[in-house]
């Protein structure tokens, strides 16, 4: 099982990105999805959360600014990234809950991808 994400990229202050993540490989299904970061000297923070039924919640530092979402038949999570700011400047990881073997579920997380907010 893989995640792999995209769409990280240099960005002006006030600009948008979006990031793509999708799972692969051969499993049962996949639960809770989400987006974490990580900025340089900084620990990894939790930024957006989303159930398989579409629950979302959001770290107060983005909220009303990020909108995660998810595509169930494709097993991919997204990450709309609006009105960015230099703080945002960090590596996003995607992480999911994945139904390997029946009833059991591990974390499993994508290779990160730089998202550099800057003018």
């Known amino acids: 099982v893989q995640l792999q994400a995209s769409g990280g990229g240099l960005v002006q202050p006030g600009g948008s990105l979006r990031l793509s993540c999708a799972a692969s490989g051969t499993f049962f299904s996949i639960n809770v999805m989400a987006w974490c970061r990580q900025a340089p000297g900084k620990q990894r923070e939790l930024v957006a959360i989303?159930?398989?039924?579409?629950?979302?919640d959001y770290e107060d530092s983005v909220r009303g600014r990020f909108t995660i979402s998810r595509d169930n038949a494709k097993n991919m999570v997204f990450l709309q990234m609006n009105s960015l700011k230099p703080e945002d400047t960090a590596v996003y990881f995607c992480?999911?809950?994945?139904?390997?073997?029946?009833?059991?579920?591990?974390?499993?997380w994508g290779q990160g991808t730089q998202v550099t907010v800057s003018s």
């Open positions: 989303v159930t398989a039924g579409g629950v979302t």
């Open positions: 992480k999911a809950n994945i139904e390997t073997k029946r009833y059991i579920f591990l974390p499993y």
